[in-house]
């Protein structure tokens, strides 16, 4: 430092001036220290392009000592933090915002997560994550997993990030009931998946990784994200909402609950957007394109709504991507014992594509999953106390047993999943054996005022615009089913259906506008549709039953070469149908 002279110093006073001056480096950088740090934690942000270093070398564990004390952390724009070690946040109610900064997994992170959220209600907002390596583990069934964001904790918000190339993009952990996510506005880009591809007919691998977003929980928001798949790689789910048996028991809202809208799934998915036994679902005005299997699915769920979706299903003909599954190939699928469900105003379209428009594939048969020892004595009531706990119980369950009415089913598990609430009262005491089983047949579907566009090409034996399989309760009503080459809408296995008020226009050559096949209860009402050049327009093969006849009313049957084929069917009545270019044609008439 140079100090002003007002007079001559003494030799003792230069000494101190000289003494001053050679401590003063250490006093400055001690200063600079201070005023660093002071801007490192600037209105209590720490910002960590401040205490870790951007050049390249590793530096998870100058984040991690910050992620684990700090409340508020900022990533600023143009920097990037090279990660060899999962990042870990523990501080519940943090908040982490980027402002462009960058989080770079290195090939040490193949089989491992990028950040671990592990703190009830933290934030993070803006972050890029990034995995340019594209390194992962290809596997059939478990192991690790590459991840960008993996959520430990409750009430964690995800917001405005974008995460490139990693297997799995943001997943809420399988290992507990994590609950009450909000993951929106993200951009997910190139999810790798991990299957042979769309030339393997025999490889299993690629069904337990390659999702986009994942929660394994209950109460999730996810909406207007951007989920793509990386060009070439055969990808799980795009958007993935599952409940966890073992858990199920764990808090209010568990197995249910969550809302999946305004997103765009795209790529070579095998599936975009699906809720797997996650019940009280809404899937709701996203847009999907290019999957694989299924565009947008509902797995043995309960009251769940899949409404105002634009599905593009572009299948290749000779895309096989997972076939050793067997999949049906849909643009929306509801899979096994889906129960009081909601398909509604939804485009399909499969112009250009190979599939079913809209599916619905219950099974005939349910199948058998556990045996519960009932304790006390719940005779006369519907509540019924078990011995064990039993991660295996799931709601809608049907039970069976001693002094079990017919038709019984689990409506609720208690937290600690030691007492089950059914629709029935148990007629019988205590010390009886209840036989659960997965319920295989749908029932109480509505699929109403849906456009499904097919492909006038697809010439594929049995394909169908809408298909209904093995439910009971099924209406299908105020559709638009557009150039069908098979069947306009087929009916297999259904009981106590009405098909009403569609309009269905086939191309040359159609078969089926309407089908009904074996029929297994009820009433099948086929009121007041429009078919056109389907041939014949309807078809019905039903078993000779009194109780379970068929009503054909009030249908506008147009430009085929057969209006009405009842396929030596008995038990109908066939009246106010009016039938245009079609020679014969068929009067009122019944078997009744």
């Not at 900064?101 to 890029?128: E, P």
């Not at 304790?375 to 039993?390: C, E, F």
Request: hydrophobic share 40%; glycine share 12%.
């Amino acid at each position: 430092i140079d100090m002003p002279v007002s007079a001559p110093q003494s030799a003792a006073s230069a000494a101190s001036v000289a003494a001053v001056n050679a401590a003063m480096p250490a006093t400055l950088n001690a200063l600079k220290s201070d005023v660093a740090m002071a801007s490192n934690s600037a209105n209590g942000v720490v910002n960590l392009a401040h205490v870790a270093p951007t050049d390249g070398t590793d530096a998870a564990d100058a984040i991690n000592a910050i992620l684990a004390s700090a409340q508020n952390v900022y990533i600023p724009s143009g920097v990037s933090f090279t990660v060899a070690k999962p990042l870990i946040s523990t501080v519940a109610g943090q908040t982490i915002t980027g402002d462009g900064g960058a989080f770079v997994a290195t090939a040490a992170l193949a089989n491992a997560s990028l950040l671990s959220v592990r703190g009830n209600g933290t934030t993070i907002n803006g972050v890029v994550f990034q995995n340019p390596t594209q390194t992962g583990v290809r596997s059939a069934t478990g192991g690790n997993r590459n991840i960008g964001v993996y959520i430990e904790a409750d009430y964690v918000t995800v917001n405005a990030c974008k995460v490139d190339r990693f297997q799995n993009g943001i997943i809420v952990s399988a290992f507990g009931e994590f609950y009450g996510h909000i993951i929106t506005s993200n951009i997910v880009s190139n999810v790798a998946g991990c299957g042979a591809g769309p030339a393997d007919l025999t490889d299993t691998f690629g069904e337990d990784r390659g999702d986009g977003i994942c929660t394994w929980g209950a109460l999730a928001t996810i909406s207007n994200n951007i989920v793509y798949a990386m060009p070439g790689s055969d990808a799980r789910i795009g958007i993935h909402v599952e409940n966890l048996g073992s858990y199920h028991g764990y808090q209010y809202g568990s197995d249910r609950m969550a809302t999946i809208t305004s997103n765009l799934v795209t790529g070579p998915f095998r599936r975009a957007i699906v809720s797997e036994q996650c019940h009280n679902t809404t899937i709701s005005d996203n847009t999907v394109a290019d999957s694989t299997w299924w565009g947008i699915t509902a797995a043995r769920c309960n009251n769940t709504v899949i409404s105002g979706n634009s599905v593009r299903f572009n299948r290749l003909s000779t895309d096989l991507s997972g076939a050793a599954w067997s999949p049906v190939y849909a643009g929306i699928m509801l899979y096994g014992g889906v129960s009081d469900c909601v398909v509604s105003n939804n485009t399909v379209e499969v112009s250009d594509g190979f599939g079913e428009g809209i599916s619905i594939q219950g099974e005939e048969n349910n199948s058998a999953q556990v045996a519960a020892n009932v304790i006390g004595n719940p005779n006369g009531t519907n509540i019924v106390p078990i011995t064990t706990a039993n991660v295996n119980l799931l709601r809608g369950m049907i039970l069976t047993g001693t002094g079990v009415p017919a038709g019984t089913q689990v409506l609720g598990i208690s937290r600690d999943g030691k007492t089950l609430t059914l629709n029935n009262n148990v007629t019988t005491g205590s010390n009886i054996t209840l036989n659960a089983f997965v319920r295989g047949r749908a029932q109480n579907i509505i699929i109403s005022g849906n456009n499904v566009v097919c492909n006038a090409n697809d010439a594929t034996a049995n394909r169908n615009g809408i298909f209904v399989k093995a439910v009971d309760g099924a209406v299908v009503k105020g559709n638009i089913v557009y150039q069908s080459k098979r069947y306009g809408i087929n009916f297999f296995l259904a009981g106590d259906l009405i098909c009403q008020s569609n309009v269905i226009k086939g191309v040359a050559g159609a078969t089926y506008g309407i089908y009904v096949q074996y029929n297994p209860v009820g009433v099948s009402q086929i009121l007041d549709n429009q078919i056109e050049a389907h041939s014949p327009c309807i078809g019905i093969i039903n078993k000779a039953n009194a109780l379970y006849p068929t009503l054909i009313q009030g249908n506008v049957l147009k430009n085929a070469a057969t209006s009405i084929d009842m396929f030596g069917s008995d038990y109908y009545s066939i009246k106010d149908n009016i039938e245009v270019g079609i020679t014969p044609g068929w009067g009122d008439r019944g078997v009744l």
